[in-house]
């Protein structure tokens, strides 16, 4: 056997795992639910963000269960957002992995009024992370936002 299918079973469900985790996280924004998106990292847990638009490199740091909580709220200022991830690839090793997750993330503003046109603040990145093992299943320890670049969209607002 070659490929994805010499991967023992064990790899796969912690791969299933690791997906699921990204996917979650991503809801979790989009959804502005910081209870849930702080759930998603060990408790000293580290999120790393770009300083956004002064550089595009991982250089602020975010830690600890209070102050990922405050994360998502600080998204309310976008009517929506919406991330959607790819191209997942994972190292598992024993109760400890490592991976690199793509995304598109956009932030669309814009006026309540429904005919405006507002500006979708399109994010492309890619995740480096590291996570682990616990009792409730994988997750992160560190999550690094690497910017690759970004681009402005009009848009129709439509509907909350």
């Known amino acids: 056997m070659t490929g994805a299918d010499s991967f023992p079973c064990s790899h796969r469900i912690d791969e299933e795992a690791l997906r699921w985790l990204s996917a979650e996280y991503a809801a979790a924004v989009d959804r502005r639910d910081?209870?849930?998106?702080?759930?998603?990292?060990?408790?000293?847990?580290?999120?790393?963000?770009?300083?956004?638009?002064?550089?595009?490199?991982?250089?602020?740091?975010?830690?600890?269960?209070?102050?990922l909580e405050r994360i998502p709220d600080g998204l309310r200022n976008y009517r929506r957002t919406f991330h959607q991830t790819s191209d997942h690839r994972y190292t598992v090793d024993g109760d400890r992995a490592s991976g690199d997750v793509r995304c598109v993330a956009h932030h669309v503003s814009g006026h309540a009024d429904k005919s405006a046109v507002g500006t979708d603040t399109v994010w492309y990145l890619h995740y480096q992370d590291e996570y682990a093992r616990t009792e409730a299943g994988w997750r992160f320890l560190r999550r690094e936002i690497h910017l690759q670049f970004v681009e402005e969209l009009p848009v129709v607002v439509v509907g909350d």
């Open 34 to 67: 910081g209870q849930r998106f702080a759930a998603l990292f060990v408790p000293e847990g580290a999120l790393v963000v770009p300083d956004y638009p002064h550089g595009l490199a991982p250089v602020v740091v975010r830690s600890g269960r209070r102050v």
